[in-house]
């Protein structure tokens, strides 16, 4: 959601395509979507990644039907995303680097708004791309082998 750091989302484009996911960016972007750090993280994939934009988050949640399994993530989550049992289809929901999801967005699903656990309290959070991956393969080894 309103991505602000570019190479995070080369990273997380280059994921996707990797993954066989679409990419949903929801506006205003932090960045040009030309932005030469974009395309030197997503290297010369970013032509054949599945891009969809969205022009607010609203706009972006309007597209989604109710049946429609939705995961978000944030540190101000209370289950921990392992234990989630996600569904083929799922979205998974993440917030900008600066700020995550807003409030009223985690409050409307505290049961589908799950955290990657850090066990340093030094630590605030992880970034965005590595959250985005760690995820997205969890995600995927549930669905193709059945293991929750």
Same mark, same amino acid.
């Given at each position: ?43 010369? +994939? ?34 921990? +995303? +392992? ?25 409307? +699903? ?39």
């Amino acid at each position: 959601m309103e991505p602000e750091i570019p190479q995070n989302t080369g990273s997380i484009g280059r994921l996707c395509l990797a993954t066989q996911s679409t990419l949903h960016l929801i506006h205003p972007l932090g960045f040009e979507i030309s932005d030469a750090k974009l395309k030197r993280a997503g290297l010369d +994939y970013w032509q054949y990644l599945k891009i969809v934009h969205h022009s607010s988050l609203h706009t972006f949640l309007n597209t989604l039907t109710p049946e429609t399994p939705k995961v978000f993530f944030s540190t101000k989550a209370n289950s921990i +995303y +392992y234990h989630y049992r996600f569904l083929p289809g799922s979205y998974l929901i993440f917030g900008k680097e600066t700020q995550g999801l807003p409030a009223w967005l985690i409050a409307s +699903y505290p049961n589908e708004t799950l955290k990657i656990p850090i066990f340093d309290n030094r630590v605030r959070s992880l970034n965005l791309a590595q959250a985005v991956g760690i995820t997205v393969y969890e995600a995927i080894r549930q669905i193709s082998t059945g293991e929750f």
